[in-house]
Nanobody, 119 residues
Framework: QVQLVESGGGLVQPGGSLRLSCVASGSSFSIYHMGWYRQPPGKQRELVAAVTSGGITNYPDSVKGRFTISRDNAKNTVYLQMNSLKPEDTAVYYC?????????????WGQGTQVTVSS
């Protein structure tokens, strides 16, 4: 079992930056693949960044070059550095932890943190 707590959201002007953090409690953080998702108002949740247990990262084109995901296994924490923010980045951002053991897909979510990009 993993509990995830996000922090770092807030109101920022277009072009600004924010860093989100997600702290995981429970065991074996390093074996989990970690991801950041977002859900804009009235839309579906979408992936914005992912990092595997081995450190391989993945981004959709919409955020590539602006967002950076990183993890610190010693601190059980995954970060999302967001630069050059745009109004369309406004959403609730969620942290996800995932691992697959045999045929079972274990997925855990945080409660979300609001990011609002507006002047």
């Amino acid at each position: 079992q993993v509990q995830l707590v996000e922090s770092g959201g807030g109101l920022v002007q277009p072009g600004g930056s924010l860093r989100l953090s997600c702290v995981a409690s429970g065991s074996s953080f390093s074996i989990y693949h970690m991801g950041w998702y977002r859900q804009p108002p009235g839309k579906q949740r979408e992936l914005v960044a992912a990092v595997t247990s081995g450190g391989i990262t993945n981004y959709p084109d919409s955020v590539k070059g602006r967002f950076t995901i990183s993890r610190d296994n010693a601190k059980n924490t995954v970060y999302l550095q967001m630069n050059s923010l745009k109004p369309e980045d406004t959403a609730v951002y969620y942290c996800q932890a995932r691992r697959i053991q045999l045929t079972i897909d274990y997925v855990y979510w945080g409660q979300g943190t609001q990011v609002t990009v507006s002047s």
